[in-house]
């Protein structure tokens, strides 16, 4: 396993939509994100993460890409991404950027000469097939919709789209399309970008067959196919591997076997990956998957290939409120799951307004929510015939905009994220969670972020450590080591909202054992075989 600074790094994940707003239209844009540069870098920050801000229609908040080579307006222009580059590599950082090349908007150039004509040189740029039996092609699920195709009247054919009707699949089977694709890339990577987070890569290659799905509700079928890792490799030799960068797929439905195709360092397709067993397929706290997933995947990739740790991020749920306790316990939970995502092997990932504890939102109707998969998804649902509230109450917890309200710096209007009127609701609780109060308190959930990011800097354990979970079967307690040239820590963790007793394996109850951190104030009765609801503490043993 070869050391690299991107394992080293801690990522701050930046929604720029939400994050800071420089010119009171209600959207946050890339100067709102240069103004706050100082506070990023002043929590220790190696890479800032930017979503899509090319020029877009904004069906999908950006998703939905009109011109890879502009700057959406809302995000400014060329001067303001240049200026902003430049602004992040002079304070030690580096910047990576959302690639997103499965699809186009429906307004991208290329998808308006496909669609024009069948005989059109663009129109296998994009997938179209035949109806069958006068109707789609197969009973395939999108992510946003009924099905993944969509009629076009004028050539009566359909097109294959994953997500919404107005993001049209690009085909990767043409070579011409690909190699547009690269010219691209560099094109940013020029300009001085330091990698990609690469948005649902292995979604590229589609099943060749277009059979219908036994269970069309399971949409696993739209990855991993086969054709995908000749794609990547191809990507690798023309564009990856020239450049100093870091690479991160999101890559959804992966075993840990499946994961290693994409990351195994001698494969060379991508140095690491996002995947979802935690956020899709754990909607609520559950300790023993939990460690399940974390013991998989840590096996699965060991000296081979490198992992991603995140609970939350502009598409799911913030951490505090999903999977942890964001009423009573709010701070101490807080940093508790930080406590965790940062001493797991992998890279680190913070979403922006984590690091003071922000908490996901309950609005009060439909109309209130801008989320396009939560809205179709209730629309479809109540034209079936159910309950509109029923529907509406089963959607909150796991809406994507629990994540996107903007960022909570103080408790002034707006919570001084824009002087205008912003683009969706402002958290009402942002009197109490902002930038300014955290700041101010040194036990802030802030300030532990700050010490375990500089822990991490400074230790190698926390990076390149051997993991072990000592307590595999405990429902509440999440008890395991790191230990790397001779340096054990023991990482003590409770996920439940009371005490709880424990009792150390033999050989860890070093009496001499050093505390590097903890969550609950230092002045407080230290228990050794006893913590407290949420507490998290590291130990260093000899």
């Not at 043409?174 to 001085?192: A, C």
């Not at 690479?247 to 990351?263: A, H, Q, R």
Request: aromatic share 14%.
């Amino acid at each position: 396993m070869n050391k690299q600074w991107w394992k080293e790094a801690v990522v701050y994940q930046v929604y720029w939509r939400s994050f800071n707003d420089s010119d009171g239209d209600g959207y946050g844009d890339l100067k709102g994100v240069l103004g706050k540069l100082d506070y990023i870098k002043s929590l220790g920050i190696d890479v800032i993460w930017l979503n899509p801000f090319y020029q877009s229609p904004n069906r999908d908040n950006g998703y939905d890409i009109s011109d890879y080579y502009k700057v959406m307006e809302k995000a400014g222009d060329m001067a303001d991404f240049e200026t902003l580059v430049e602004a992040i590599h002079s304070r030690g950082m580096k910047v990576i950027m959302d690639l997103v090349v499965n699809h186009t908007s429906d307004q991208h150039p290329w998808f308006v000469e496909s669609r024009s004509s069948k005989d059109n040189p663009k129109r296998d740029w994009y997938i179209w097939e035949d109806p069958k039996d006068g109707a789609e092609p197969n009973n395939w699920r999108s992510y946003f919709a009924p099905s993944c195709w969509e009629l076009d009247p004028a050539t009566g054919q359909y097109y294959y789209h994953s997500f919404a009707v107005e993001q049209p699949d690009l085909n990767w089977k043409n070579p011409e399309l690909r190699q547009e694709i690269y010219r691209m890339m560099r094109f940013w990577l020029d300009k001085g970008v330091d990698g990609y987070r690469m948005d649902v890569i292995n979604l590229l290659a589609k099943k060749a067959d277009f059979a219908d799905a036994e269970n069309p509700y399971h949409i696993s079928y739209l990855a991993n196919n086969p054709g995908i890792h000749d794609y990547l490799q191809e990507m690798n030799r023309e564009v990856l591997q020239h450049y100093d960068i870091m690479t991160v797929g999101e890559i959804p439905f992966v075993s840990p076997e499946e994961g290693l195709l994409y990351v195994d360092e001698s494969r060379n397709e991508l140095d690491t990956l996002f995947h979802f067993q935690v956020a899709d397929d754990m909607p609520a706290w559950d300790m023993l998957r939990f460690k399940e997933i974390q013991s998989s995947w840590y096996r699965g990739l060991k000296q081979k290939g490198w992992n991603s740790q995140f609970l939350n991020n502009h598409d799911h749920t913030r951490q505090v409120t999903r999977y942890g306790n964001d009423k009573e316990y709010r701070e101490q939970s807080a940093k508790m799951l930080a406590t965790m995502i940062h001493t797991l092997p992998g890279t680190p990932y913070v979403y922006q307004g984590e690091e003071i504890g922000m908490t996901g939102v309950r609005f009060e109707t439909i109309d209130d929510y801008d989320d396009i998969a939560m809205k179709n998804k209730y629309y479809e649902e109540v034209a079936k015939g159910r309950d509109s509230q029923e529907v509406f109450e089963s959607l909150l917890m796991l809406s994507r905009d629990n994540s996107r309200t903007p960022m909570q710096w103080s408790d002034e209007t707006n919570a001084g994220f824009t002087s205008g009127q912003p683009w969706i609701k402002i958290n009402p609780n942002f009197k109490e969670i902002n930038v300014e109060a955290a700041l101010k308190n040194p036990d802030s959930v802030f300030y532990f972020y700050k010490e375990l990011i500089a822990l991490r800097k400074e230790n190698d354990v926390m990076v390149y450590g051997d993991y072990q979970d000592l307590f595999p079967h405990d429902e509440h307690l999440y008890v395991y080591t790191r230990s790397y040239n001779g340096i054990t820590w023991l990482i003590l963790l409770n996920h439940s909202d009371q005490q709880r007793s424990f009792k150390l394996p033999a050989g860890y109850q070093d009496p001499e054992k050093k505390l590097i951190i903890g969550n609950y104030p230092k002045e407080t009765a230290d228990h050794d075989e006893k913590l407290r609801p949420y507490e998290a503490k590291i130990y260093q043993i000899t």
